[in-house]
């Protein structure tokens, strides 16, 4: 995977939460350019565990879709 076929972005979070949850931005949006298939985290607080697995499930996304054309 080629690091500029990626948009990775801040997502807003809108959900009930205490005042950190208003307070940050953990939650990542990323999308595969190419194919446009986007993956919305925010199962972690931390920015950096949620980016690693939004990619991870990009990746995922991309075996199945491999797998469907073949």
């Known amino acids: 995977m080629n690091e500029s076929d990626f948009k990775i972005e801040p997502h807003p979070l809108v959900r009930a939460g205490g005042q950190h949850v208003t307070t940050t931005s953990s939650s990542i949006q990323v999308t595969h350019i190419p194919t446009q ?3 919305i985290c925010s199962h972690e607080r931390s ?3 949620n980016k690693n697995f939004a990619l991870q499930m990009i990746e995922y ?5 491999k797998n469907e054309k073949n």
Do not use: E, I, P
């Open 61 to 65: 996304g991309l075996t199945l879709l």
């Open 37 to 39: 298939l986007t993956v």
């Open 47 to 49: 920015q950096v565990k």
